[in-house]
């Protein structure tokens, strides 16, 4: 009886191992969750499943996400494709120096406008083997080759021109110093004044013992 529970331990561990890894084999983007109307560093991360390199990488962007800047990689050039309107609707990574080896993976960057309202981003990616093949990861969840989704849920703000960084604070004033300065002192006499007495409590607990 404890054999086979053991058994039955062991198998479930093996599938929930084989399904981890296969989860980590597929093109993935991060974040997998973000805000709405804001500025988000996505990374493509792109494993080599075959004993093939990976020569080429293409990501295209779901409707409303407006992304104009990316991060240059060592080793791959990239460009944008456009619709008639002049919009980038997906990046193009292509290898210039062998590409990623069996084995091996590789993370590309850049900067997206988040849309301003909640739902899910599908990110449909095709991967590009040196001896041809396309692996196209555009399905659903379900699917041997899905499609990586990020979910936006509601934010406090709306996407600016600070690409991901936060916005810097406004100088205080010299008034707004001196009260903050007032303010700290005046906190502080509080606590000092605590100090003393529960010291002046502690020496007269002593003189009366002795």
């Known amino acids: 009886m404890k054999m086979k529970k053991w058994l039955s331990s062991v198998l479930v561990a093996g599938a929930v191992l084989t399904l981890a890894t296969a989860a980590q084999a597929h093109v993935n983007v991060y974040p997998k969750e973000t805000t709405t109307g804001s500025y988000e560093k996505y990374t493509v991360r792109v494993p080599v499943e075959k004993d093939v390199n990976t020569v080429k990488v293409k990501l295209e962007f779901p409707a409303g996400v407006k992304v104009n800047t990316v991060q240059p990689v060592p080793g791959w050039s990239y460009e944008f494709e456009k619709d008639k309107d002049g919009v980038n609707t997906a990046l193009v990574w292509t290898a210039t120096d062998g590409g990623i080896k069996a084995h091996e993976f590789m993370e590309f960057a850049f900067v ?4 301003k309202e909640e739902g899910a981003l599908a990110w449909k990616a095709y991967q590009t083997y040196a001896d041809g093949e396309v692996v196209e990861w555009t399905g659903d969840k379900d ?5 990586s989704v990020t979910t936006v849920k509601a934010g406090v703000g709306e996407a600016g021109h600070d690409h991901g960084h936060d916005a810097a604070a406004p100088a205080a004033s010299p008034a707004q110093d001196q009260a903050a300065a007032s303010a700290g002192g005046s906190n502080t006499l509080p606590l000092v004044l605590s100090g003393l007495a529960l010291l002046l409590s502690i020496v007269s607990l002593f003189r009366k013992k002795a």
């Open 143 to 147: 699917s041997k080759t899905p499609a």
């Open 112 to 115: 997206g406008a988040n849309p």
